[in-house]
């Protein structure tokens, strides 16, 4: 299976952006990159995916390298709200979690 | 995004009893549903994977007989842990995804937080 590595932590003050790295070198050609966060308390939720092309959407966008070895996870404008453990993952048929990168957001 | 819900939020036992926690799909049928266990401050861990109608697939190291898992429909999914000691103690999430079986399809409980006393 391909490994990711993510910071373990990251800081960032409120209402900057905020980019979240993830290395995944080992990654293969059909693996989706996936992000997912988990809040204080809470069950995780699904945040973004791409496969090759950089993805847009409400909450997020992801930054993927020409050679998809690492990828890119922005908050345009963070909140307090976005404080969360933030998850990369690449297998698609069960979601197995590694240490995720916990954000810290300063008001 | 669909919902999954988990009953009850919150449970605590006596050590000895069993306790069951359920999970259930409100909005679409959850051909397969996992269930991860999640110590303070570190990662969700999966423990088993059920696809309805066949028994849980446990990761190594978990003990099915300890860790009762049915999934008798399309939409619910039970936890029972059995003989329930203070080290059982912990934030237990399920989760659902539907037939397609891509990872973004995959949509979290709320959570279940365990106490054994």
């Known amino acids: 299976d391909a490994k990711t590595t993510q910071p373990n932590s990251m800081e960032s003050n409120e209402e900057e952006p905020v980019h979240l790295p993830c290395n995944h070198s080992t990654i293969s050609g059909t693996d989706y990159i996936h992000w997912y966060r988990q809040l204080p308390s809470q069950g995780p939720e699904y945040v973004i995916h791409g496969l090759t092309s950089n993805v847009n959407n409400r909450m997020a966008s992801l930054a993927i390298a020409e050679d998809r070895k690492s990828s890119t996870l922005i908050l345009h404008r963070a909140t307090l709200r976005d404080a969360a453990v933030y998850y990369c993952i690449l297998r698609d048929d069960k979601i197995i979690f590694g240490k995720g990168t916990r954000l810290h957001i300063l008001p | 995004g669909a919902v999954v819900s988990q009953h009850p939020s919150r449970v605590i036992c006596k050590s000895g009893t069993s306790v069951k926690i359920e999970c259930r799909s409100l909005?679409?049928?959850?051909?397969?549903m996992f269930w991860y266990r999640q110590f303070p401050k570190k990662s969700l861990m999966l423990m088993a994977t059920s696809n309805e109608g066949s028994k849980a697939t446990y990761e190594q190291g978990v003990e099915k007989d300890k860790f009762l898992i049915n999934h008798a429909s399309l939409t619910l999914s039970t936890l029972t842990v059995t003989s329930a000691h203070p080290e059982d103690s912990s934030f237990y999430i399920c989760?659902?995804?539907?037939?397609?079986?891509?990872?973004?399809?995959?949509?979290f409980g709320p959570g279940t937080r365990l106490t054994v006393t």
């Open positions: 909005d679409f049928q959850a051909t397969t």
């Open positions: 989760s659902a995804r539907g037939p397609h079986k891509r990872a973004y399809e995959q949509y």
